[in-house]
């Protein structure tokens, strides 16, 4: 099922997201989507209605350096344990919505990544026990500026600020994690789109399973909490007037303008 998060003319709602791309139907689920969802009966065409961000964590746990590629690429080695680091649940938005280039940076960066969407309170999970406590799968884009990440050693302002945590279109909770491509595509100002980052989320060196089980073991995670498992080569910055995409094959497209403030 396809778990969306929509504004429509009655209100923001929740809903299953059905159909073919390009005609798909909203079906409004009661309540929120954790465990069995059930319908109210309302439904929209979903060009009709605004889609956001599919979940409103209360945090968003990143692991850094999660494909050896892009550690080399970071000109460093790819570490044995996973790196964590948080976003605020204020950076994030929904698809559609402008990425806001603070003007203390001068170098904003895109980081396509596959994120976990967390089903139920959890704590110590063992990796192979980690689809239990799962409710699906999204896109995400780990924005990051890249000269504040540099400049402070740890990265709490550089990938902390609002509008830096692109989430969307829609949480998949049949989606299978390991070995999807996962593509960067950047719009120009020239109107030339250009793959950026094209890799498979095989290649992270840690699982899903296994970030869980080390996210787990620190903190406990709660129901629509967010955890972004890395991002693969071919980093790079965006500026204002163009547009990023970042797509999961058989998951979907998250593409947001970017702006200066
Ligand atoms: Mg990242």
Known sequence: MRLGRLATRDGVVFAAIEGESGAETAREIAEHPFGTPTFTGRTWPLADVRVLAPILATKVICIGKNYAAHAAEMGTEA??????????????????????????????????????????????????????????????????????????????????????????????????????????????????????????????????????????????????DVILTGTPEGIGPMVAGERVSVTIEGLGTLSNPVVDK
């Open 79 to 224: 570490p044995a344990d996973p790196v964590i680091f948080m976003k605020p649940n204020t950076a994030i938005i929904g698809p559609e919505a402008p990425i806001v280039r603070p003007p203390s940076s001068d170098r904003v960066d895109y980081e396509g990544e596959l994120a976990v969407v967390i089903g139920r309170p959890c704590k110590d999970v063992r990796a192979g026990d980690a689809a239990a406590s799962i409710l699906g799968y999204t896109v995400a884009n780990d924005v990051t500026a890249r000269d504040q990440q540099k400049i402070d050693g740890q990265w709490t302002r550089a990938k902390g600020y609002d509008t830096f945590c692109p989430l969307g279109p829609w949480i998949d909770t049949d989606f299978d994690p390991s070995d999807a491509v996962i593509r960067t595509e950047l719009i120009g100002l020239d109107g030339q789109t250009t793959v950026k980052q094209q890799s498979r989320t095989s290649l992270m060196l840690h699982s899903v399973g296994e970030i869980v089980e080390w996210v787990s073991r620190v903190m406990t995670l709660l129901p629509g």
